[in-house]
């Protein structure tokens, strides 16, 4: 089965800083990998998604996420935070046989004005 | 196109009660999940179904937990008798297609809480 690594469970950034989230799998063969957002009281909602082709991932709201094979990382990145952007975050990885997703245990982004 | 709904959005209930969360997936998804999401981790599968059939439940507690989806389209979970341990939100999710990377649509969740 698949695995996860998700560094750090909170994140603070100040508007208009970097926001780097750091995820990491565990298999040999490239897995899907994906990327989900989950405000408050919310169900996921997809960011982006890596399943092949280009390893440099654009997603909804200005993230993008670079697959790594070397690394067995799948960073999500934005250039500037929002306040908007205040949520927790979620890598997750698919076999590329079942579609299954795994989920890595989240990190909680907070914004300061 | 509607979202995934789930009902109700909250519920609490004493240990060793019953329980039943219902999920009404989005339009023409074959595909139907169920997950557990505990404080402070991610989403775990309890169940997957391919129209009104299972595909995995290997995650599912049997002893205490089941599952159906009748018609092929609305879905409910049911936990009985319910422990400590078992509050969560739970989680429903629906995608189009099996068998591909599809995108799994998700509900509001259920939180659940257990006295």
């Known amino acids: 089965a698949q695995s996860v690594t998700q560094l750090g469970s909170h994140v603070s950034v100040s508007e208009g800083a970097l926001v780097l989230l750091r995820c990491n799998y565990s298999?040999?063969?490239?897995?899907?990998l994906f990327w989900y957002v989950q405000y408050p009281n919310q169900g996921l909602q997809l960011l982006l998604k890596y399943t092949t082709g280009a390893t440099l991932v654009k997603g909804i709201n200005g993230f993008e996420a670079e697959f790594k094979k070397s690394e067995t990382s799948f960073h999500l990145t934005k250039p500037s935070a929002h306040m908007s952007d205040a949520a927790e975050y979620f890598c997750?990885?698919?076999?590329?046989?079942?579609?299954?997703?795994?989920f890595g245990a989240g990190t909680t982004v907070t914004v300061r004005a | 196109e509607a979202g995934v709904a789930q009902s109700p959005r909250y519920k609490i209930i004493e240990k060793r009660q019953s329980v039943a969360f219902w999920c009404n997936p989005i339009s023409g998804h074959a595909t139907l999940y169920w997950y557990q999401q505990i404080l402070g981790q991610g989403p775990k599968l309890l169940i997957q179904?391919?129209?009104?059939?299972?595909?995995?439940d290997s995650q599912l507690p049997k002893d205490r937990f089941s599952a159906e989806r009748l018609k092929g389209v609305d879905s409910t979970l049911k936990i009985q008798p319910a422990k400590l341990e078992d509050s969560a939100v739970y989680l429903c999710?629906?995608?189009?297609?099996?068998?591909?990377?599809?995108?799994?649509?998700f509900g509001p969740g259920t939180r659940l809480t257990v006295l």
């Open positions: 997750a990885v698919s076999d590329r046989n079942d579609y299954k997703l795994s």
């Open positions: 298999s040999s063969v490239p897995p899907y």
């Open positions: 179904f391919q129209n009104n059939g299972v595909v995995d």
């Open positions: 999710a629906s995608s189009r297609e099996p068998g591909t990377v599809n995108e799994q649509f």
